[in-house]
């Protein structure tokens, strides 16, 4: 957010701040005086911001006192508003949408849906992403879509394999985008979620040392049935769980 | 605009608590959607799964650490709702009732519920957490034991015209988590011709994280020299600094110009078949 100064008060701030550099004496701190309050400032900053431009970002702290980083043994003092920058904290998520819905789904054919995840990170600091089902998709616990094993019965929910047979019938996914590499190698790779109907913890299923800005991972969601499959509404959630690495 | 947008801060907070003390923690909760959330707050323990700062939860929370939100309308497990664009701060209560010198690592969770009943059951959540690593201590400043594990230096060929990466692990031997705070220096010829940073790295206690270098964005990378580096011997001086001095420990590697070798040799190579082959020609011709 960008702050209009009003050129008044900017040029009343630079007759102060000549004024007093002219003086002579030396002032290390604000001293404001009226018929009825006297203020002592330790500084008083006039302007600060994060400006940017193509090429250039600006962060700065216009009238602080002793701006700069001073440190000596156990510690270290940031003078200025343009540190605060450095100390941004904050972890973000964002999911684009909540209620995947399939339709009507056909026998022998793959089905897909998608997830768009979006992660933000704090600086130095990577994240760990995280997912769980609360079942499998179900109508009930006896007719159910069962988790996928893949082509070769061979995936688990903490490893992925090759998943394109239609006649391999089940409910799995894979994500893509950077941080994902290392659990699901290629777009064709899926898994079953772990369960908590299962006592099944939440699994890893991606992560990255570095921070990031806006991390996109789209989370492809696939279901195959049989033609013995009973018909209904089936349904489950999943829960994804965001945390920075340590 | 996503169906969820949430944020928390701070992400992290590392603490030390005397036994028997308290400490209070604010979160910042941000509902960045168009949407109102229905969110409750939980707290997790966890201990870590490698040594690149992952982690696995635990089925149950350590009794001797207990929490509680100080807010006045609001309890840990009880839920709330964040009106679009609106931000709340919890503030979390946390007291020790250890008597031993130990750690303990947390999560404080803030979990999404299904705002419409309806849709309990078949709408997909979001959980989002900050770490908490406690240290139980009377000591504020407890001495560290970190130390370089595994250091190897790749490739096996030191080669003029390659990279040399700075592989390495750093271990915590003391009962505390601790921060990294080391360099890498390079010498050749005893001269100073690179200083890389370490990562500053939380090391939890008896555990290690893998080594890396601070980069000009402050943030974590591959410890490499960049090609080409002349042949000769080089020294590497690894350096960690804690209580209050620099422990170093050295090694040295050679760099051979192997790729210039093999080019001189894969030319003579050809001079000497291509002057075989006159030869065996002109005695033919004889």
Redesign the interface.
């Known amino acids: 957010m960008i702050i209009p100064m009003n050129p008044k008060l900017l040029f009343f701030f630079l007759c102060l701040a000549i004024a007093f550099g002219v003086s002579g004496s030396l002032v290390l701190a604000q001293h404001f005086v009226s018929n009825s309050y006297i203020i002592d400032w330790g500084n008083f900053n006039i302007t600060s911001g994060h400006k940017y431009s193509t090429n250039y970002q600006l962060s700065d702290t216009v009238g602080q006192n002793a701006a700069g980083i001073s440190s000596n043994t156990g510690i270290s003092v940031q003078a200025g508003f343009q540190y605060i920058y450095d100390t941004f904290n904050k972890l973000s998520f964002s999911i684009d949408n909540l209620n995947i819905n399939f339709g009507t789904l056909t026998p022998n054919t793959i089905t897909n849906s998608q997830n768009l995840l979006t992660i933000t990170t704090p600086s130095g600091r990577g994240y760990q992403l995280m997912a769980q089902e609360n079942h499998p998709l179900w109508i009930d616990s006896s007719n159910y879509i069962p988790d996928t094993t893949c082509d070769n019965n061979d995936c688990s929910i903490s490893s992925s394999t090759l998943w394109i047979n239609d006649a391999k019938y089940g409910f799995g996914f894979n994500i893509s985008g950077i941080g994902t590499s290392s659990y699901f190698s290629d777009s064709q790779h899926f898994r079953p979620f772990a369960a908590t109907s299962n006592n099944q913890g939440s699994q890893i299923i991606a992560s990255e040392n570095t921070a990031v800005k806006n991390r996109q991972l789209t989370v492809n969601y696939q279901v195959i049935i049989s033609p013995q499959q009973t018909a209904g509404d089936y349904q489950t959630f999943i829960t994804y769980t965001l945390v920075p690495i340590y | 605009m996503?169906?969820?947008?949430?944020?928390?801060?701070?992400?992290?907070n590392e603490i030390v608590l005397a036994p028997n003390s308290t400490y209070t923690q604010a979160y910042d909760i941000s509902n960045?959607?168009s949407e109102s959330v229905l969110l409750t707050s939980l707290v997790s323990s966890w201990i870590?799964?490698n040594n690149?700062?992952?982690?696995?939860?635990l089925q149950d929370n350590d009794p001797t650490i207990q929490f509680s939100l100080s807010n006045s309308d609001l309890k840990l497990n009880q839920d709330f709702v964040l009106a679009p664009g609106q931000k709340r701060q919890l503030v979390l209560k946390i007291k020790n009732l250890n008597s031993d010198e130990n750690d303990h690592?947390y999560?404080f969770?803030i979990?999404q519920k299904p705002l419409n009943p309806s849709?309990t059951?078949?709408?997909?959540?979001?959980?989002?957490?900050?770490?908490l690593?406690i240290s139980s201590s009377n000591q504020s400043n407890s001495p560290t034991a970190l130390k370089f594990t595994n250091l190897r230096l790749s490739p096996k060929f030191k080669d003029i015209f390659l990279p040399l990466k700075i592989n390495g692990e750093i271990f915590n031997d003391a009962p505390h988590y601790s921060l990294i705070n080391g360099q890498i220096t390079v010498y050749y010829h005893h001269q100073n011709i690179k200083q890389l940073t370490l990562?500053?790295y939380?090391v939890?206690p008896q555990n290690s994280r893998l080594l890396?270098c601070l980069d000009s964005n402050?943030?974590?990378?591959i410890c490499q020299l960049p090609a080409p580096l002349w042949p000769g011997e080089y020294q590497i001086k690894f350096s960690l600094n804690q209580n209050g001095s620099s422990q170093d420990y050295n090694q040295t590697f050679y760099v051979l110009p192997y790729s210039f070798i093999a080019l001189i040799l894969f030319i003579f190579l050809l001079l000497f078949l291509t002057l075989k082959n006159k030869q065996s020609i002109s005695s033919n011709k004889i």
């Open positions: 996503a169906a969820l947008d949430l944020t928390l801060s701070p992400a992290q960045n959607s870590p799964a690149r700062g992952n982690i696995i939860y690592f999560t969770f979990q849709l059951d078949k709408q997909n959540l979001a959980k989002i957490g900050s770490h690593l990562f500053p939380t939890l890396e402050n943030e974590a990378t």
